[in-house]
T-cell receptor, first 111, second 117 residues
Framework: QQQVKQSPQSLIVQKGGISIINCAYE??????FPWYQQFPGKGPALLIA?????SEKKEGRFTISFNKSAKQFSLHIMDSQPGDSATYFC??????????FGKGNQVVVIP | DSGVTQTPKHLITATGQRVTLRCSPR?????VYWYQQSLDQGLQFLIQ???????AKGNILERFSAQQFPDLHSELNLSSLELGDSALYFC????????????????FGPGTRLLVL
C-alpha cells in the first residue's frame, strides 16, 4: 500500500512561532489530501484539506500548501498556541473515501 | 463531540478470547469505517461498510470481522486475540454519499482501547 511520509517526527515550537509539517506522497492520482489533528485520548478530527488543483488553502491560523512537482504538501500553523499541542496526521484518500494516514507528527508548543 | 459513539471505552481481555466493539455513526451517516491505531503501525484502515454492505477492506486480519446492521450501527469482532492486537480501535462515519464520493469528511469516535494480556 502506498504511503504518505511525514517529517519531522516531532516538533517543539515556542508560543507564537510557526510550526511546519511536511508530507510526501508517491502518486498524484488522488483527489484529496486532508490533515487530521488528534489530542491525547481523543479520536482524530479533520483540521483542513486540499485538492491538488489548489496550491494553497488557509483556514484561520492553519495553511496547507501543495507542491505538485515535488509531490509534497505542508501544514503551517501560524502563531502556534499551547492548545495546538497535538499529533498531526496527513493522509490521502483512496477510492471509497478510505484514508491512508502518515505516521503522525507530534507538535509541542511551549509557553 | 463528533457525534460518533463507541463502546466500550476500555477493554481488557486475555489472549485467545473474542471481543466485540460497537460503533454508532452520526445521525444520517450511512458509511462506517474502522481503523486501528498502534504505536508501531500507526493509524491503519481496516474495513468500510456502506448502508449495510461491505465496501472496502484494508489491513484487516482474517480473525477480525465486522458488520453493519439495519439501524446503521456497526460492530467489529476480534477473535483469537493475540498480544499484538492491543491497540486503539476507532470507528468513523461519513455522510450519505460516502460509498462513492471521495473527500467526504470522516468523523471519528473516541475509540476503544483494547488491551490483550
Amino acid at each position: 500500500q502506498q504511503q504518505v511520509k511525514q517529517s519531522p517526527q516531532s516538533l517543539i515550537v515556542q508560543k507564537g512561532g510557526i510550526s511546519i509539517i511536511n508530507c510526501a506522497y508517491e502518486n498524484t492520482a488522488f483527489d484529496y489530501f486532508p490533515w487530521y489533528q488528534q489530542f491525547p485520548g481523543k479520536g482524530p478530527a479533520l483540521l483542513i484539506a486540499i485538492r491538488p488543483d489548489v496550491s494553497e488553502k488557509k483556514e484561520g491560523r492553519f495553511t496547507i500548501s501543495f507542491n505538485k512537482s515535488a509531490k509534497q504538501f505542508s501544514l503551517h500553523i501560524m502563531d502556534s498556541q499551547p492548545g495546538d499541542s497535538a499529533t498531526y496526521f496527513c493522509a490521502r484518500v483512496h477510492g471509497n473515501n478510505r484514508l491512508a494516514f502518515g505516521k503522525g507528527n507530534q507538535v509541542v508548543v511551549i509557553p | 463531540d463528533s457525534g460518533v459513539t463507541q463502546t466500550p471505552k476500555h477493554l481488557i481481555t486475555a489472549t485467545g478470547q473474542r471481543v466485540t466493539l460497537r460503533c454508532s455513526p452520526r445521525s444520517g451517516d450511512l458509511s462506517v469505517y474502522w481503523y486501528q491505531q498502534s504505536l508501531d503501525q500507526g493509524l491503519q484502515f481496516l474495513i468500510q461498510y456502506y448502508n449495510g454492505e461491505e465496501r472496502a477492506k484494508g489491513n484487516i486480519l482474517e480473525r477480525f470481522s465486522a458488520q453493519q446492521f439495519p439501524d446503521l450501527h456497526s460492530e467489529l469482532n476480534l477473535s483469537s486475540l493475540e498480544l499484538g492486537d492491543s491497540a486503539l480501535y476507532f470507528c468513523a462515519s461519513s455522510a450519505l454519499h460516502g460509498g462513492t464520493s471521495v473527500g467526504e469528511t470522516q468523523y471519528f469516535g473516541p475509540g476503544t482501547r483494547l488491551l490483550v494480556l
